[in-house]
């Protein structure tokens, strides 16, 4: 699917943030979420010296997203960059992609051999965790999030 010019609006709030906060091997990616009710919340992520605790700049903004009462989100992009150079648009790891095809499978922004696209986090995760007994998109079985979204 082809950018929009809120989905290049959301490309640059992402680096934005990282441009902002860059710090050398603590903060290098910043992410923008952008709701469906248009707001755009921006994060980075936070890197930690035991790096099993570190969190990708695409949850944090999903956080700050959620504590602000938000539920419904339109998509996601996360930007790269590491104090020089041009600021590149990565795709989410398969972490980022479970937890956004959790939180309402929004669009994700990637890169992809042919210049950027975007893709619902489910398209980039097709054989996603579902816990034993559910499936996707059958409201009875779902996880309560996945409930909400039925709605
Ligand atoms: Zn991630």
Excluded: Q
Aim: glycine share 10%; net charge positive.
């Amino acid at each position: 699917m082809r950018l929009t010019a809120d989905d290049r609006a959301l490309i640059a709030a992402a680096t934005d943030a990282i441009r902002r906060a860059f710090v050398p091997e603590w903060h290098h990616v910043g992410a923008a979420l952008r709701t469906r009710s248009g707001k755009v919340f921006s994060a980075v992520n936070l890197d930690t010296y035991v790096g099993s605790c570190a969190i990708c700049a695409e949850a944090c903004a999903l956080g700050a997203a959620y504590a602000a009462g938000e539920r419904g989100f339109e998509a996601c992009v996360a930007v790269r960059w590491r104090g020089r150079g041009r600021p590149a648009v990565v795709a989410p790891c398969g972490r980022c992609r479970e937890m956004l095809h959790d939180y309402g499978d929004p669009w994700v922004i990637h890169p992809t051999a042919r210049g950027l696209a975007k893709t619902r986090a489910s398209g980039l995760l097709p054989d996603a965790y579902l816990r034993p007994g559910e499936r996707r998109g059958d409201p009875a079985t779902a996880r309560p999030t996945a409930r909400r979204r039925a709605r």
